[in-house]
């Protein structure tokens, strides 16, 4: 396997690969490049949905996600679907998934299925640079912090998710700055489409320091932007990045299959 970073932060380009006959050596650098980058896409695959499904199991157990539409063939695999019509698309804010339960989604394992002519980007921004990037004052402020993450958003009109109300469940604690369960590196953990406040805070309160931490994490220089090809498959770990799907293909589909592997509670780094 070779490896040819997209950006100075954040992901990586993997070559040498097969997704549907991955060994158990293929599976083993695939995974170190993953902690290492945060981000990789493999390029030029065939992927089933099988294969797919193969492939987030060796990770771990998969979180089918309550909110997304499922394949109707394969309900452990999410559409992540885009038609024509739509001016806005799934994910196009700066998130992470599934921060919103208490042992938030360990990777997402994006496979192109439909892209539009032009546009559809996706962008990825690393959190340990994030928090690196930050001055010893705040980082010492934010590692004694903890933050509320509610699924909430959902309730309202999302583009492209019909929310069931009996989905929703109440809201989980997370450090702000997590140790990286399999590295121990620190990551800031708050994303702007789920996290509410800070612990002990209100949301007023809160709402200052929040906005200058989503700016300030996605960051031009901790970022990358990862264009889509017919047979791309995108990994990301969502304890390491945030990411944004951009709508800039209006008059066009887009149809992606998402599965998210489930993780464990997060530890706060000291
Ligand atoms: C997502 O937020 O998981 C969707 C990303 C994308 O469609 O590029």
Known sequence: MDIRKLSGAVG?????????ALTDAGF????????AHGMVVVRRQSLTPEA?????????KIDTNRFFTPVATHPMIAEVRTSPEMTRVIGGTWHTDHSYDPAPAMCSILAARELPPYGGDTLFASMTAAYEGLSEGLKSTLRSLSAVHSDGSFAQSRV??????????????????????????PCLYVNGDFTENFVGWSAEESAPLLSYLYAHAT????SCRLRWEEGSVAIWDNRLVQHFASA?????????????????ALEGFN
Do not use: Q, W
């Not at 993997?14 to 997704?19: H, N, P, Q, R, Y």
């Not at 960051?219 to 901790?222: S, T, V």
């Open 219 to 222: 960051r031009p220089e901790y």
């Open 28 to 35: 083993s650098d695939l995974k170190a490049a993953l902690f």
């Open 52 to 60: 797919h499904i193969a492939l987030a199991e060796r990770f771990g």
């Open 248 to 264: 800039d293909y209006a008059g066009h589909g887009r149809l992606m299959h998402r599965i998210t592997v489930e993780g464990v």
């Open 160 to 185: 492209g998710i019909e929310a069931d109300a009996s989905a929703h469940r109440a809201p989980a604690l997370h450090p702000c700055v997590i140790a990286h369960p399999e590295t121990g590196a």
């Open 12 to 20: 990586a380009e993997l070559t040498g690969l097969d997704l549907n």
